[in-house]
């Protein structure tokens, strides 16, 4: 009876830690990336006593019909630069946060609203909502609570049009064509 017992707890341990790695395969640990330029973690900002850090992290996003897919993710950690030597980030450094996208009729940067526009993959075109324009950034952060925030754009058959636009010339053989 015992032994049924120990069993029968080691089934449970087992079950268990195959759903905790389920879990973790939803959604992968935040990674330090240095950049692929100049090969450095810490880049400077153009002010020389800041500086900041990329990290990226993939997820599964689902869309409205349950359609699943992997994306990577980046955002940017900004500080004085003496913080984030101090914090040792290093490349391949796992963080326990998360990455979010946030979405907003309102520009995150008053400066630049430009910077975060939601642009439409590789048409150029802005997502707007009723003509105002989205604005969209990634977040890096520890609090688990903080979830994704997305607008639905209004604007569908114009990137609709401009997606079709690419997907016929794309095919379209040239003349100097021949078989």
Same mark, same amino acid.
């Given at each position: 009876?015992?032994s ?6 080691q ?5 268990l ?29 153009n ?14 996003q ?7 897919r ?8 900004s500080?004085?630069i003496?913080?984030?030597q ?19 009729m ?11 526009l939601?642009?439409?993959g590789? $048409? ?24 994704? $925030? ?11 049009a401009?997606y ?16």
């Open positions: 009876m015992t049924l017992i120990v069993i029968n707890s089934i449970n341990l087992i079950i830690f195959i759903n905790f790695l389920k879990l973790k395969v939803m959604s992968s640990k935040v990674v330090v990336v240095a950049d692929a330029t100049t090969n450095s973690v810490i880049n400077l900002s002010n020389p006593e800041f500086g900041y850090i990329r990290v990226e992290q993939t997820v599964n689902y869309d409205d019909n349950g359609f699943l992997r994306k990577k993710l980046s955002a940017i950690i500080g004085p003496g913080d984030l101090d914090a040792g980030y290093y490349e391949g450094q796992l963080l326990d946060g998360k990455i979010i996208v946030q979405e907003a309102e520009p995150f940067n008053a400066k630049n609203p430009e910077r975060d939601k642009v439409a590789s $048409t150029g075109i802005v997502c707007r909502v009723d003509g105002a324009p989205v604005y969209r950034r990634t977040l890096y952060t520890e609090k688990q609570n903080l979830t994704d $925030t997305f607008i639905a754009h209004t604007n569908v058959e114009e990137i609709k401009a079709d636009t690419v997907k016929s010339s794309a095919i379209k053989p040239n003349e100097d064509f021949n078989i």
